[in-house]
């Protein structure tokens, strides 16, 4: 298999976030700005969707999964573990605040990102 590059990877993020952005946003056509309904589906989209789908048949986001992509163990290529997900996820965060920090994909061996290192998962595209 073969390793995910920087711009795949970037492209999957960027399906993520407006997939994500998409929900919200009908949610809040549903239940109105600010309702229950409305936080309820932002904690989904934003805590529950990407820290669970990894552990799913997919193996990732749906943004992963439309551009080919699938997070793995770094060793042995097979579905990460929940507290694999749970590390990839809270290091993850940190590229909200420093997207630089997501370039590593560009220049690590693996074209491994903070988190893929914190949580020895790599990210490959699906055959």
Not at 38 to 51: G, H, K, N
Request: include cysteine; charge should be positive.
């Amino acid at each position: 298999m073969e390793l995910a590059g920087f711009m795949l990877r970037a492209c999957a993020l960027l399906l993520d976030v407006i997939i994500a952005a998409a929900v919200i946003l009908a949610a809040g056509f549903t239940f109105g700005d600010g309702s229950a309904g409305v936080i309820i589906v932002a904690i989904l989209m934003l805590i529950v969707y990407p820290l669970l789908m990894p552990l799913t048949n997919w193996k990732g986001t749906l943004g992963k999964k439309i551009i080919g992509l699938q997070i793995v163990r770094d060793e042995t290529y097979k579905k990460i573990s929940f507290p694999q997900a749970i590390v990839r996820y809270l290091i993850a965060w940190v590229h909200v605040f420093s997207r630089l920090i997501y370039l590593t994909a560009a220049f690590t061996k693996k074209k491994q990102t903070v988190h893929d290192m914190a949580a020895k998962t790599i990210v490959l595209k699906a055959e």
